[in-house]
């Protein structure tokens, strides 16, 4: 007699509890090392661009490297009107796919640094990334972990490199594991450095007509030590929870704003076009963009399958 899926989930359950479990777990782990360390010194998966000379100052850890058949590649930078800026078109991030339907729906990050902030910026900007989830804090046993590119000061520019500013478009959503922050990027190609003073941000959008924006929402978990586990595992699915709902309503806008334009131009008679939750890049960044990047995305991975599958996940939360 074939299983029901909540029982295969119950004796999954039982078998977590077990030693042979625990011993399986740590052979996978092991194996895992040996595979990665056998990559690395073959180089089977090459990591071409990170290991250049040029960028290796922008690698937060040297031996983590972005796979060259996953790396995010960014637009090149003009140096001036003829060439381009050798090694502008590199960041420390990869690509995810979806398991559900193989098309990329993350972009795995390092934390930037003080060099790659702007870069950072850069890749939200040209991969209309509206959605990131942080999760770690700018300094974690003193070491710093991130260069900070957020600001919970909704009344003041924060500058975060030379002539690109931060402001809040909102108060701050602070809850126990979670600071929610709709943040605003301000560029201002004709600020010089030497105007770096934090500025008002109602002045400092005033001051000039060639002035670029971009916002984006984050949320940043402040309470998942480095090397460690969060101590409320519960939190961080309900903040994964959330995520995913404001992914939905940006797509909602997203589809209301389109059929807006596409019935003034063709009539209230046009096809409503709808568009999938996947359409939208998630970026998941920590410090190193490894450990607890690749956990949270395999937890919102996880969460997809089962959605997909229709499993009511009420009929095991009193087992766990």
């Not at 702007?118 to 890749?123: A, E, G, S, Y």
């Not at 002539?163 to 943040?183: A, W």
């Not at 959008?205 to 480095?226: A, C, G, M, V």
Request: aromatic residues 10%; hydrophobic residues 35%.
């Amino acid at each position: 007699m074939e299983k029901t899926q909540i029982e295969v989930i119950n004796n999954f359950i039982d078998f977590t509890k077990s030693n042979e479990f625990i011993s399986t777990i740590q052979k996978d782990f092991n194996s895992l090392k040996e595979i990665t360390n056998e990559i690395r010194s073959l180089k089977l998966k090459p990591s071409c661009e990170g290991e250049k000379e040029i960028n290796q100052k922008k690698n937060r850890y040297r031996d983590i490297l972005p796979l060259s058949v996953r790396e995010v590649r960014l637009n090149l930078v003009k140096s001036d009107e003829s060439n381009y800026e050798s090694g502008s078109d590199y960041i420390n991030a990869s690509f995810i796919t979806n398991v559900l339907d193989g098309y990329y729906k993350y972009i795995a990050a390092q934390g930037p640094t003080k060099d790659t902030i702007v870069d950072f910026i850069r890749m939200l900007v040209q991969f209309n990334v509206k959605i990131v989830v942080c999760a770690c804090n700018e300094y974690e046993g003193q070491k710093l972990k991130c260069h900070r590119y957020w600001t919970d000061d909704q009344n003041e520019a924060f500058c975060i490199y030379k002539n690109y500013y931060v402001t809040l478009k909102s108060k701050p959503i602070v809850l126990d594991d979670c600071i929610i922050r709709q943040i605003k990027v301000i560029y201002n190609p004709s600020f010089m450095t030497e105007d770096l003073n934090s500025k008002s941000a109602s002045n400092l959008e005033k001051s000039n007509r060639s002035i670029l924006e971009y916002e984006f929402t984050q949320f940043h978990l402040i309470n998942w030590p480095d090397h460690g586990v969060p101590n409320n595992i519960e939190s961080i699915i309900n903040i994964l929870g959330l995520v995913r709902k404001k992914m939905i309503e940006n797509n909602k806008l997203l589809n209301e704003n389109f059929n807006k334009l596409n019935g003034n131009q063709n009539g209230k008679n046009c096809k409503k076009i709808h568009f999938p939750l996947s359409n939208d890049f998630l970026v998941v960044h920590c410090s190193a963009g490894c450990g607890r990047t690749g956990t949270i995305i395999a937890i919102d991975q996880l969460w997809a399958m089962i959605n997909e599958t229709q499993v009511d996940l009420r009929l095991t939360r009193n087992i766990t």
